[in-house]
Each structure stands twice: as C-alpha cells, then as structure tokens.
C-alpha cells in the first residue's frame, strides 16, 4: 500500500493524463465530490489496492458516461466552457466531442433566450430551482431541440465543474404544441359554431358548453359546467319524454361506442329560460379516453325550418284539398305530352282513377288529332315560357265536348320550364247557350232590320210613288199619242221615260231588299267604309229629309280599310244613322256629320249630331236591350244593342259623347287588317 504522498502523486499523474485526454478533465477517479468530499477511498476486503479500484471505477463511469440517452457536458464552473460530452449530446446537437470543446455554455442557446437560460443554469446550480423544462438548445445546423435539463456543481480534476444533464424532449413539445393547437382549433370551433356544442367527462358532467349553446338553450355557460348532463336536459325538456329517449340514445352510445345508425339525428322540443319552445336536432356521438367515454353533443335550433315545413305541409294539404275537391279538369304534363299528376275529376271524366293514367301519353288517352293540337300547345308553353288559354272541342271517351283550358308553365329550382299544368273547365252546356244566344241576336238583327225597314215603308212609298207615277202618266201619253195616229217619234220618247221610271223604281227596291238580307256569318275580311257609309246614307237621305235633317260624309276618302264583316258593318251604320234620325224633332232643321281619321289603335268612325243629345241619367242605358226613348210603338230598342254587340265581335270599341241639349257623338274604333 503506497502512502498518501505517491497515491496522491499517482492520481495526479492520471488526471495530466485524462486531461490532455479531455481538455483538463480526469477520468473518474478524479471525481472528489463523494460523500467525504476528497477523502481517499480505503483498500477493498477483496485485496485489490487503490489503484486497481480507481480505474475501474474510471472504466464503468466511462461506460456509464457514454452509454446513456441523456446528453451530458461538463462545462467550467467560471467560465461555463465545455471540457467534453457524450456521444448522446453530440447526437443531439450536432457538434463532435472535439466541437464540443470549443464551445461554452452560451454558444449552445439562441441568442434571444441565451440570457434567460444563464440565469436559469444558475438557479439550478445554486439550488434554486431542481430543474429547467423545455429550455430551447441551438444544433450546429442552426435548427433548435428542446430539452429539461439538470445542472450539478461538482470537482473535476481538483477543478470546480459543472455537469449538465440534457434530456431531449422536443418530441414532447411536438406533441404538447400540436395538442396545444388542437385544443386551440377545438376552442375556436366551439366558440365561432353556429351549432350548440356540449361535452361532458366520464362521470357524465358538463365540461364543455358553448357560446351557440348559450343562445339556444337561454342557460349561461356558468350554471351548467360541472353539473350532471341529464339534469341540464331535464330542465330543458317540458314533458320528459325528450329527456328519457335521450338518455336511452346515450346508453344506446355508451354500449355500443358508436352512434346508431337508425338514430343519427333526434329532433325535441326544449324550453328556454325566457319559455320559448324550441325545437333542436340534437346528434349524441361517443369521445372514447383512457378513462373510458365522455359524451358530447351538436344541437342544431331547427324551429324556423320545424315552422316552415309545418306551413309547408299545411299548405299541401289545403292546395292537395283545393285540387282533389275542384270541378275542373287538373293535370300535369311533361314536354313529351306524357301525364305526370291527374286530379280525381280529370281521371272520372275520362271513367278511371288517377292511377289509371299517369305515365300515359295524350296519344294513349285522345285521337290523333285531338293529341297532336294538345301537345303541340304544351310545348308552345315549354318554349316561350308564357301563359297560354284556349277554347278546344275535345273528345272524351267517345263524346264531343267544349273546354275553356288554360295551361300554365311549371318550373323547377333553376327556372326552367320543366312541365305545364292544365286546367280545364267544361264549358259544352255553356258554348251551346252561346251559339244559341248568337242565333237569337241574329234573329234580332233581322227583326230590328224589318222594324226600321217597316219604319221606311211610308218613305219607300214616296219613293216609287213619284217614277210610278212619271211611268202612268208616260203611258198614257203614249196610249192617247197613238190613238191621235199622231207622230211615231212622240210615243218612243214617251215610252222611253215610261222605262226609266220603272228602272229607277227597281233600283230604290233593290237597295232596300240588299239590306234587309241576313247578315253574312262569313269570315271577316277588309272593308272599305267609305262605300259602305255612302251606301247606308243613299238608303236613309230620303227619309233624314223628312226629319229635317242633313247627312254629310267628311274624310272617309283616306280611310284604310278595316278588318270586319261588311254586313255587319252596313248594320251599324244604318242603325247609328238612323238612331240621329230618330233624335231628330222633324221640326227644327238638324245635321249629322260622319267623319273617319286614322288612329293607333285603327280607324276612328264618328257620327256626331245636332239633336238635342241624350237624358245624362239614360246614357248609362242606351246599349241595353229594349231600352228606348220612343214612343210605344215607333221603336224595339234593339239598335244601338245591335251595333255595341257588332263593333265587340269585330275586335273594336264604341263609346259616346253627350252634349246634352247640343247632341251627341257616337265614336267608333275598328281594327286594321292584320299584317302578313
């Protein structure tokens, strides 16, 4: 056993060693910080010596040193510059040990928190603190690790050092970063959600509750946190049977770990704190931990769409009701003329059920005809997008019937005509009292024309008087010429006036028996009205001049002429020219002035008289049936009827101007032919 001298020579011999080894820094056996702090260490019962100990105490501290996962450097105490580190501080910074040994404590810090982490370092050397977490280190490439490190104040080689321990957990703070972010993207979720979020833990109270939660349920985040679920629910549902089929869907969760499939979305009623009920689409899923399932929660405020498909199927019913319940004839159908919805009257009139027709076509249900016309309007309407009313005769079920139909576009989400809905009314027994009803004004025209022809009888009578008369006295001149054997030439000139007078007579016969002729129902055509006025005011002069009363045309000459039936037309203006006929009092002398001029909507007749005008309180009447101003007997009433009913079936309007006390204006509009 050496003495104290040389063994203390003899370490120090070893520690020049380890120290041009390691910068200054012995091999363990110069490690003096045991319990004795320096003592030397007694020779061993197995009778090794000291110096058999030492070094393999060096050996298995070495081994230790190199072999273990945490970094480890050992730096001055004073000047804090590294002396050496093991392979797994070398691993994680980047440097070689032989690096390491050009740095200091500060050369391995970003420079923004080196200050910090010195101060840190100080406080675990000096026991102030046990140990610095998450301290960022500076690798050689520039990149940064974080690491909980552990400082300890020991002697090395007689000097003191400073050995840190550096444990890696950049992996952790990955994870606790992205945790932290997670959590922050799951707040902002929860907070900026228009949908209500609650979430409870495994004990099945509230844990979270969110701003959208607030405002549906009307409870503040405040009174529900850590309080059972079901007991919230409980308050919010008003009869309890929410609040029970709730809770069974989460034992259903709770068992299962997973949403039922036939149960996915729950829709309750709930109360708010202020009493409003609400109804909510709650969906209850499963949050599975290591402690085992938390349940969370989505509520969706359905009210507004709970109040319009309330409406909404309300509305069904009553439109469901309105088109089962109508008369008239209601269906569907697409561009291919084929029936996509009937109603129940449209079905029994052709003798079925709905059933019975749709997906059938037009040609399966009507003529060939019949279908092409009815088609061919449906797609009219498809393609203009437009409206469309018409009156048919159709056939059904083997009969001829009139129908007033009206057909109407049918759009989808995208405004695009999609199919077209027809109604259709039956309208047979009504056509038929309107022909019928047109036959009896027909009739009536032809009475009223012989009731003002039998009015001219006295004035046909002194018409044909006058040559009649001119032709007897001719004849007998001629008869009392012969019988004096007098001069050949007298007789023929005699007989000569005889046949003018007679032809005279047949052409004022004609003119009447034109005109008291039925009305043509032939289709209308152009009509010039010049002609026909003049005509009219030829047949009436005669007897306007008993009346004392002028009749005068004025501009007719440039009139275009109108798209009328010149029956017709011959019709109202004898009626209009008779009627001032009739105003006139025959005593005091009287004019009525037929004008035309051209006008936007056609060609503007005017009959405007002098006599006297019309009662204001019988203008209101003057177009009606019957209605007359004359005495009993001198008049049917039906004139101005007539012409009103004229003039609407020519396309055109009239209307009057009274002056009483002057006279009147009757105005007359008739349309223009149309263009090509």
């Not at 309300?314 to 004839?329: C, N």
């Not at 006295?458 to 044909?464: F, I, M, P, R, S």
């Amino acid at each position: 056993m050496s003495n104290p001298d040389e063994r203390k020579a003899g370490r120090a011999g070893r520690a020049d060693v380890s120290k041009d080894a390691v910068d200054g820094v012995g091999s363990p056996s110069d490690l003096e910080v045991c319990k004795g702090h320096g003592e030397s260490i007694a020779p061993q019962p197995d009778g090794r010596n000291e110096d058999d100990v030492l070094a393999e105490f060096d050996r298995q501290f070495r081994t230790m040193f190199e072999a273990t996962t945490d970094g480890i450097v050992v730096a001055d105490s004073q000047t804090r510059r590294f002396y050496t580190a093991n392979l797994a501080f070398s691993r994680m910074s980047g440097y070689t040990p032989q690096e390491v040994r050009q740095l200091a404590l500060v050369d391995i810090h970003p420079p923004e928190t080196a200050p910090f982490v010195t101060e840190q370092f100080m406080k675990l050397v000096n026991r102030e603190m046990a140990i610095a977490r998450d301290i960022p280190v500076k690798r050689k490439d520039g990149g940064v690790f974080y690491a909980d490190i552990s400082p300890h104040l020991v002697t090395l080689a007689g000097r003191a050092c400073i050995m840190g321990f550096f444990h890696d957990v950049s992996a952790r703070k990955r994870m606790e970063d992205r945790l932290r972010e997670t959590e922050s993207r799951f707040q902002s979720i929860m907070e900026q959600s228009s949908e209500g979020i609650v979430l409870t833990d495994e004990a099945g109270n509230v844990v979270e509750w969110n701003r959208a939660q607030e405002e549906i349920t009307g409870r503040p985040r405040s009174e529900v946190l850590g309080r059972p679920l079901w007991d919230v629910v409980q308050e919010l549902t008003p009869t309890g049977r929410g609040h029970q089929a709730l809770r069974q869907w989460a034992a259903e969760v709770y068992r299962t770990g997973e949403i039922a499939s036939s149960q996915r979305l729950h829709e309750h009623e709930f109360v708010r704190r202020d009493g409003a009920r609400r109804y909510l689409q709650i969906v209850i899923y499963p949050v599975r931990t290591r402690k085992g399932f938390r349940i969370g929660g989505i509520c969706r405020d359905v009210t507004d769409k709970k109040t319009v498909e309330r409406a909404l199927r309300e509305s069904e019913e009553k439109y469901r009701t309105l088109v089962e319940s109508a008369g008239e004839t209601i269906a569907m159908v697409d561009r291919s003329g084929t029936f996509l919805f009937l109603n129940k009257t449209a079905a029994a009139r052709m003798g079925g059920m709905p059933t019975d027709y749709v997906g059938k076509t037009m040609w399966d249900l009507f003529p060939q005809a019949i279908a092409d016309r009815q088609a061919g309007s449906v797609r009219k309407v498809i393609d203009t997008g437009e409206g469309l009313n018409v009156i048919v005769q159709t056939e059904i079920q083997e009969q001829q019937r009139w129908y007033n139909t009206t057909l109407e576009p049918i759009r989808d989400a995208a405004g695009q005509v999609t199919a077209v809905l027809i109604v259709g009314r039956d309208i047979h027994e009504l056509q038929q009292a309107r022909q019928e009803l047109d036959q009896y004004r027909e009739k009536m025209c032809q009475a009223e024309q012989l009731a003002s022809l039998g009015a001219l009888s006295a004035t046909v009578a002194h018409e044909l008087t006058q040559p009649l008369t001119v032709s007897r006295l001719s004849l007998q001149e001629a008869m009392a010429e012969m019988e004096a054997a007098g001069d050949s030439r007298k007789i023929m000139e005699s007989l000569h006036e005889c046949l003018e007078g007679i032809s005279d007579a047949a052409s004022r016969v004609g003119r009447f028996r034109n005109f008291s002729r039925q009305s043509s129902r032939e289709a209308p055509r152009d009509v010039q009205l010049q002609d026909v006025v003049a005509r009219t005011v030829t047949l009436l002069e005669g007897k306007a001049r008993e009346r004392h009363i002028s009749l005068s045309m004025r501009g007719m000459s440039t009139l275009p002429p109108v798209y009328a039936n010149e029956k017709d037309m011959e019709q109202m203006c004898f009626a209009l020219i008779e009627n001032a006929i009739h105003a006139a009092d025959g005593r005091n002398q009287c004019k009525l002035v037929i004008s035309g001029c051209r006008t936007d909507g056609g060609v503007t007749l005017r009959f405007e008289d002098t006599c006297d005008g019309i009662a204001p309180e019988q203008v209101d009447k003057i177009f009606e049936p019957f209605f007359t101003t004359k005495a009993p007997g001198e008049g049917t009433g039906l004139g101005l009827c007539i012409v009103n009913r004229v003039v609407t079936q020519a396309g055109g309007t009239i209307r009057v101007e009274n002056r009483p006390g002057e006279g009147a204006t009757f105005c007359v509009t008739l349309p223009l032919p149309p263009k090509a």
